[in-house]
């Protein structure tokens, strides 16, 4: 193989399980994270409103999906990010962050204990820097197992518990919860058919939801399943852009990346009492010293005046000093306004502050929100 050939196959784009399956859809297919993956079918704001409304099925294969296991794995974890993974019981996940020895945010990602070992979600577009510094990082003792014969997908909205109650998925074990029962941030083994199903009660667009890891033989037949219900139908990264913004979720690689730390990513509910008291996770004395002291710059939700979308990448203003930048923004098709998010200064954090930010040369009035834009409609634990 000649040099060019080497460096043409290095830079292919790959495909997905359900390659075949969008585009005989209807789907814009785009690159995102090194694969082809569906941007929409009928329009960002068309599936955005139905996701809100019923049910949407979302293929995030490209994500990487590992497990790791032996003896002190949740300990070994702990050295690497800043979460109390120790404490996780069987069952239970948590959002945590990869850490740089600075203490800047190499990736945030789910750790879930499956009562036998650790399964964790990771970001598609950097999930091949992310094993290799946990491989780096962790003891050799520690075994980690990349599942690449598994695909992803998100069935988010409040007719998604029905729509998987109805698919006959039942518990692989007496001592877990049918779907429909799980809360929040809890998760277990299921089985459709003879089809072994990872089902956790999450998502990243704020509604309630699952995420369903199933082998990639399986996935076509899962998704027609599911998508023969009238609630449900196949919605694009697009919609899924526009949910999460409205849900006031950051975004790695755009809201998040090394040069931020999770107190200045606003991320600061990540890092439990007991870390906070112990420290030993990688830029602890920094990280640690902007929740005693505060941080210089936060990140913060923004709302636009007029119908001008104010987008990543746009200069924030206090009077005619620049103070900041926006890292996500866009129409929100709920609120029915543009909304943004973006670092600014702490001290021009607080809802209220009224800033500007540059769009096209013009100045555009935006006001410092709290967030989520739209509130979380996550099935909590009572009293929890």
């Known amino acids: 193989m000649s040099e060019t050939e ?5 830079v292919a784009i790959e495909t997905l399980p359900l390659d075949a399956w969008h585009r005989a859809r209807g789907a814009r297919m785009v690159e995102f994270a090194g694969y082809y993956m569906p941007i929409q079918y009928d329009g960002i704001m068309a599936e955005h409103l139905w996701t809100r409304d019923n049910a949407g099925l979302f293929d995030v294969s490209h994500m990487g999906q590992l497990v790791f296991s032996g003896e002190g794995a949740a300990e070994a974890l702990e050295a690497l990010v800043p979460g109390d993974i120790s404490a996780l019981k069987p069952g239970r996940m948590r959002y945590s962050l990869l850490l740089a020895d600075d203490g800047g945010i ?22 091949w820097d992310d094993i290799a510094h946990l491989r780096e990082h962790l003891p050799d003792e520690i075994e980690m197992n990349l599942l690449d014969e598994q695909a992803l997908l998100a069935l988010q909205g409040p007719k998604a518990a029905a729509a998987l109650t109805a698919l006959g998925v039942v518990p692989e074990f007496s001592d877990i919860l049918p779907v429909d029962r ?14 072994r199903l990872g089902i956790s009660r999450s998502g990243y667009t704020g509604e309630d939801g699952f995420e369903i890891s199933v082998p990639a033989s399986d996935v076509s037949a899962l998704a027609d399943a599911l998508c023969a ?9 697009g919609a899924r852009d526009s949910l999460r913004l409205e849900a006031g979720l950051p975004l790695y690689g755009h809201d998040l990346d090394e040069g931020i730390d999770p107190v200045e990513g606003d991320l600061a509910f990540a890092i439990s009492k007991r870390r906070r008291e112990e420290g030993g996770f990688p830029g602890a004395a920094r990280i640690l010293g902007h929740l005693a002291d505060g941080s210089p710059r936060k990140r913060v939700g923004l709302t636009v005046d007029g119908k001008m979308p104010v987008r990543e990448g746009a200069k924030i203003f206090d009077g005619n000093r620049e103070v900041g930048v926006v890292t996500s923004g866009g129409f929100a098709p709920s609120v029915g306004a543009p909304i943004a998010m973006g670092y600014v ?11 500007a930010a540059e769009v096209r040369g013009k100045r555009v009035a935006v006001t410092v929100t709290p967030m989520p834009f739209v509130p979380h409609r996550y099935v909590r634990k009572q009293g929890g």
């Open 6 to 10: 080497e460096m043409a196959e290095t």
């Open 106 to 127: 190499l990736d945030d990602l789910m750790v879930t204990n499956t009562g036998h070992g650790l399964y964790m979600v990771v970001n598609g577009a950097v999930k």
């Open 182 to 195: 799980l809360v929040f941030m809890q998760a277990g083994p299921y089985l459709w058919g003879d089809v």
């Open 229 to 237: 219900q009238e609630a449900v139908k196949p919605i694009g990264l």
């Open 345 to 355: 200064p702490t001290g021009l954090s607080e809802p209220g502050t009224a800033l």
